[in-house]
């Protein structure tokens, strides 16, 4: 969940590549993931969510994989722009009784080089 | 269509004063209401929750502290603020039917010195 050191991953690509961001979760009990995209000084947005019984959802170009096994999640934005340059962040929520608390992963930078 | 507004957007504060951070909701009733801290470069930090008028839940010990004192309005308050409170206070909310997609106020930036 909270993220460790003060280094984010990060990951540069060119405009018009596809980007691929992961994420590695901790709780198997987790029936749900969402993404968010955070630009500098603003609250993070919404990108796409998947429960637990999907393994893959699209979106306008974003696809969410979604692999129990190995307990990770990944984000691919297709035809990447400029404007995708953010911070993205994955989340999990355990069910059940969490009030729909949501545990955050420590977070991707993006960048896209026109 | 829902709103959240949090203000300030940006505070500078010296160590040992009080704090006062404001978050309201509009278009929706009974949400559920949620305090995080954002560090620069880091990830986010759930603070407190609440499902309801009064209702608070604590998820760090601190020296922070929340109150709902109405359905759509959520306070984070300190009496003394420390120079390890500074940070990017962010605010969210979703629907208590069971959603879990939480959307974010515009966050405040808070500077202790």
């Known amino acids: 969940g909270e993220s460790v050191g003060l280094h984010l991953p990060t990951l540069s690509v060119q405009e018009g590549d596809n980007s691929i961001i992961n994420c590695a979760y901790s709780n198997s009990a987790s029936d749900y993931f969402i993404w968010y995209k955070q630009e500098s000084g603003k609250g993070p947005q919404f990108i796409i969510d998947?429960?637990?019984?999907?393994d893959k959802r699209q979106g306008q170009r974003v696809t969410v994989l979604l692999n129990k096994t190995v307990k990770h999640l990944s984000l691919q934005i297709a035809a990447t722009q400029p404007g995708d340059s953010a911070v993205y962040f994955c989340?999990?929520?355990?069910?059940?009784?969490?009030?729909?608390?949501?545990?955050f992963g420590q977070g991707t930078i993006l960048t896209v080089h026109p | 269509s829902q709103t959240i507004h949090q203000w300030p957007a940006t505070l500078v504060q010296p160590v040992g004063s009080p704090l006062s951070l404001e978050c309201t909701v509009e278009?929706?009733?009974?949400?559920?209401l949620y305090w995080y801290r954002q560090a620069a470069g880091r990830g986010l930090q759930l603070l407190f929750y609440s499902v309801g008028i009064g209702q608070i839940s604590s998820e760090v010990p601190q020296n922070l502290s929340a109150s709902r004192p109405q359905d759509r309005q959520f306070i984070l308050s300190s009496k003394k603020l420390l120079l390890s409170d500074s940070g990017f206070y962010l605010c969210?909310?979703?629907?208590?039917?069971?959603?879990?997609?939480?959307?974010f106020g515009p966050g405040t930036r808070l500077t202790v010195t």
């Open positions: 989340a999990e929520n355990a069910g059940g009784t969490s009030y729909g608390k949501l545990t």
């Open positions: 998947i429960r637990s019984n999907m």
């Open positions: 969210a909310w979703t629907t208590s039917a069971g959603g879990y997609e939480q959307y």
């Open positions: 278009g929706t009733s009974n949400p559920n």
